[in-house]
């Protein structure tokens, strides 16, 4: 006697993942029509029986919601992912959670697995480089997903949502001139990344505004860097008086950096970060920085990818989120 033909068998006549066969049994809006029309023809060219009664007892667990972050050991995104976790538990679902460490080929990997395991849908905040190896497997299988924070791959294949990075950076370097700050660098982040772009593009159209022009230091978005700048700041920009920085890190960094050298930091030498990390508040002197409100867009980006999976409402290919400048002593000594 022949075995009666599985999800699996369905799945590999269709040429798409198992998740995706799951979610046309389960009549999701998420996967596209062709898609549907193709999974049905297969179910019925290979004699599969759906079994509503046994798929009934597996609703009664949880959702699954897969989660990517590319760089955990960050405040930043360590913040973002548990807001995230703890606003999707407050709905009933659980939180399948990965870091990449910025690995594009680990992070292919763990999506296919998180889709191979039924998520009902992914947030992403991605890595760059090899898109296509991630993307492209998360477009097959028809699983809703949400690019955060960055975005790699297009807004019309997959949505996208993230702080209003050029706006912090105007807030910032507004900020410095104001104080009397006329030559301000930035410093931080990989040349060429569209994170960086964004970030730098309020501080590049302050300073064109005002007659100044950009002193651009990139590299690696981390303290090492940001201490490191400080000696390079004194040696090579020694006319600087003002530095916006990639990311908090770089900016704490930086006032260790200064610590060591015995520059002062405040109303001659002002530092501005970006995202407003805990530590921020808790160093000396404490850093002003441009808050993402990222607790906030956590609640929300889980609140959006319900509201796609639950309601059949996709979220606009771009959302902004408001940010706002936090003033500590590093501008205001």
């Known amino acids: 006697m022949e075995r009666r033909p599985t999800i699996i068998d369905v799945a590999r006549q269709a ?33 599969y029986l759906y079994n509503r009664a046994a798929a009934n007892l597996r609703s009664a667990n949880v959702g699954l919601i897969g989660l990517v972050i590319n760089d ?52 992403v905040s991605p890595a760059y480089g090899q898109e296509e190896a ?97 000696r390079r700041l004194v040696t090579d920009f020694a006319e600087v008086d003002a530095v916006i920085c990639f990311n908090d890190l770089v900016a704490l960094g930086l006032l260790s950096g200064c610590a060591e050298i015995g520059r002062k930091v405040g109303q001659a030498f002002m530092v501005v970060g970006f995202d407003d990390i805990e530590d921020c508040a808790q160093v000396w002197p404490g850093l002003t920085t441009v808050s993402c409100g990222i607790d906030r867009f956590g609640q929300v980006m889980a609140e959006t990818v319900l509201a796609w999976l ?12 408001p940010v706002k400048l936090i003033l500590r002593a590093s501008t205001n000594d």
């Open 134 to 230: 991630t993307f492209g497997v998360i477009e097959r299988a028809g699983v809703p997903a949400l690019q955060v924070l960055r975005q790699v791959v297009d807004t019309g294949r997959f949505p996208f949502a993230a702080p209003d990075y050029e706006r912090g950076g105007r807030l910032a370097a507004e900020h410095l001139l104001a104080k009397g700050a006329r030559r301000i660098a930035f410093v931080g982040g990989f040349e060429g990344r569209a994170v960086t772009r964004r970030r730098m593009a309020g501080y590049l159209a302050a300073l064109g505004e005002a007659g100044i022009g950009p002193i651009v230091l990139p590299g690696r978005p981390g303290r090492a860097f940001g201490r490191e700048a400080a």
């Open 310 to 321: 639950e309601e059949g409402k996709p979220p606009p290919a771009e959302a902004l989120s």
């Open 15 to 47: 040429g798409v993942s198992k998740s995706t066969v799951s979610l046309v049994l389960q009549n999701s809006p998420a996967v596209r029509k062709e898609t549907r029309d193709e999974v049905r023809r297969a179910m019925v060219e290979i004699g």
């Open 72 to 123: 955990l050991r960050n405040p930043f995104f360590t913040e973002f992912a548990t807001s995230v976790q703890m606003a999707l538990s407050a709905r009933g679902y659980a939180t399948v959670l990965a870091n990449t460490d910025e690995d594009p080929q680990l992070q292919a990997q763990v999506v296919s697995a998180m889709i191979e395991h039924g998520v009902s849908a992914l947030i």
